[in-house]
């Protein structure tokens, strides 16, 4: 019996605007059956709020505590690691939020323990320099997700965190360690705060390199949907294959309780 859902959103419950057939009677079906889900996600350009207001619009009613992403992981990773000044090259959103816990330094003279990269929409030639000075200077380096390119309407993709990480390694051959999806935390860290069992949760997504890839890493049965990113040729190519494959999320229903 499932008791934790982990939805990726993009391609999974919603393309772009408009919201998938069938979701909003899904999230009602886990609700009156107290099945537990959590929107989770890469994306570390916008905060929670954004996501609220996105989910609200598309008439889905959420609160901040069903959301989980690669900004949470990667405040509880640098808590855990005791850092304390960071230079974070990221939007504004995602600089607030990391000065919440952390001193975000700006000058070279400075000297961060991290340096910490997000999808930033708002990247900069200063910003990738500060980045290659502090990591040259000891530095470490660790990054919000390893997605290359982020999906638009129309089919169209922009330059994702693991785009802009490849900049900095290729400058000063240090890799990242990246926290988000496909790294096995974000789901690790759900079943421990539902408090339940690995056979109990179930990652349901559109890309296999992440979403599927993040409960393959977790040792969580995973369900890749048909709707978003991966098709039936992606994953017959694939090393790491989905439990289960559905044409979209509407098709759960037959696996809650297995």
């Avoid at 960071?86 to 323990?113: C, R």
């Avoid at 400058?171 to 935390?185: E, I, M, N, Q, S």
């Avoid at 949760?201 to 390199?209: M, S, T």
């Avoid at 890749?224 to 039936?232: D, P, R, Y």
Wanted: aromatic share 10%; proline share 3%; net charge negative.
């Amino acid at each position: 019996m499932k008791k934790l859902i982990c939805f990726d959103m993009d391609g999974t419950l919603y393309l772009g605007n408009q919201l998938f057939p069938g979701v909003k009677e899904l999230l009602k079906y886990l609700k009156e059956h107290k099945i537990n889900y959590v929107f989770i996600t890469n994306n570390s350009s916008k905060n929670i709020n954004t996501y609220i207001s996105k989910m609200k619009s598309l008439g889905i009613d959420c609160v901040k505590e069903d959301f989980y992403t690669s900004v949470d992981v990667t405040t509880k990773y640098l808590l855990q690691e005791k850092a304390k000044k960071i230079y974070a090259v990221g939007t504004q959103d995602f600089n607030k939020e990391m000065a919440k816990d952390f001193i975000l330094v700006d000058q070279k003279t400075d000297n961060p323990e991290y340096v910490v990269l997000a999808f930033d929409r708002e990247l900069n030639y200063t910003k990738l320099e500060k980045a290659v000075w502090f990591i040259e200077n000891g530095a470490k380096f660790i990054a919000t997700n390893p997605d290359l390119r982020c999906p638009e309407e129309g089919g169209r993709y922009v330059p994702d965190c693991g785009s802009m990480a490849k900049l900095i390694t290729d400058t000063t051959g240090v890799l990242p360690k990246f926290l988000g999806k496909p790294a096995p935390d974000m789901i690790l860290d759900l079943i421990e705060k539902f408090g339940i069992e690995k056979n109990e949760a179930l990652v349901v997504g559109d890309r296999l390199y992440t979403d599927i890839a993040s409960g393959y890493n977790a040792g969580v049965d995973t369900l890749a949907v048909l709707s978003g990113e991966c098709t039936m040729e992606d994953i017959d190519s694939s090393v790491i294959k989905p439990t289960y494959i559905r044409r979209d999320v509407t098709k759960i229903y037959e696996l809650l309780g297995e």
